[in-house]
Structures are given as C-alpha cells and as structure tokens.
C-alpha cells in the first residue's frame, strides 16, 4: 500500500512539474534544426530545481503519511516499500511528463515556419541543438523523493518513543471494568485463639463453645435450634 501510494504521488509530480517548470526558448532554422534563443539558456537548471524541490516536498509528505496512517505497520518493510515506490513514482513521473512535452513540442514544431520562436520540451540537462537532440535527459533530481521519503521515515523512527515503534502492542487488550481484581471490603479474618475453637489437642473453657453469638454457660440463652428445655 505504501508503495502504490509512493508511485501515485511521484506520477502527481510529474504533471505539477509539467505545469510549473520553465521551457528552453529555441529558433527554427530548418526542418529538425533549431538554436538557442538565448546564448546562456538557464531554463534546463531551473526545470531541474522544480522537479527537485517538488520531489522533496512529495518524499516528505509521503514519509510523514505513511507514519501516520500505517502506524501498526512500522518497520524496515513499509520503509523498504516507501524507498521503492518513491524510485519507481519519481522516474515514471518525470519519463511520462517529459514525453507529453515532446509530444506536443513536435506537433507545434511541425507546423512552424522557419525562424520561428519555440518552447522546447522539458529537459534535465542542455540539450545538443546541433544535432537535433531533443529527447529529455534525466539527472538525479529524478530520486529526490526517494531521497527525501528515505530520511523522513528515518528520523521519525530515531525519535520514536516506544522501541517497537508502535503506539501500543496490537494483541494487548483493553483492560474493562471487569477485569481488575475488587478490592477487599474489610480487614481479613483472624483465625480462632487457642482454646476457642476446635482444633485437635485443643480444649474450649468450660461453658464456652466457638459459636457465633451462642454461649452455653448457665443462664445463657437459648439456641434457637436446639432442644427444647424442660419446663
């Protein structure tokens, strides 16, 4: 799930970069020959820096997604997944918007008379309009939210509190009400004192029996389920 999501978000990046990143103005002279527009083009580096920068972005969201929502699912796995899915979304994003960019550059380029001025396609690196090379080069900036995804996930993990990097153990349950042991209502019973009660080699003193509100001594009263005394 984590890589998926990671390769999702890496194909995202590719259109927002598509949108955002600046074109290389470039001059037709020929049919499949162009010069650049400028003597010290720029655009290349900055398209660089934007597919860079929103991949950092995308790694540390990401990271910080999968932290949150897989948090029973911690570990060296989902962070392996993340790593993954971020190579493979940050390649498959760059590859798909710099094709669409080629695409639609040759469509306009077709139609353009000679001398014209044109936005080449995306590009990584400057390209070699000398022999026509217009295909998109790719550079490091293409693993940046691997990069990024992998560190995030990291530090989160370095700071984690429990060493398991759960929140709580998953086959603990919840302690109910009734679960806890009662506490006791009194202090606990004393056993009989000697000579009180019954036990061998024990004697009680004479009239006294270890009953609870029932003497036998002369007088006394009378047990209720005993028999009855002669009138």
Known sequence: MAGLAAVALGVA????WRLV????????????????GNAQPEQPVAAEGWLGLLGLVAGVLAAVAVWLFLRHQRGVAVLAALVLGSLVGGYLGWWIGAQLDVA??????ASAPVGSRLEGPLSLLVTDLNRGDLQPHRTAAVFAQALAAALTYTMLAGFAVDPDLRPYPLDEPEEGPGDAFPEPLGPPLAPPSPGLG???????????SWQSGISSAPGGPADPKGAPEPP
């Open 104 to 109: 639609q550059f040759e469509t306009l380029a």
């Open 13 to 16: 990046v590719g259109q927002v």
């Open 21 to 36: 990143a600046p074109r290389l103005p470039i001059v037709k002279v020929d049919q499949g020959q162009y010069f650049y």
């Open 198 to 208: 019954s036990s061998p080699g024990l004697s009680s003193p004479p009239g006294l």
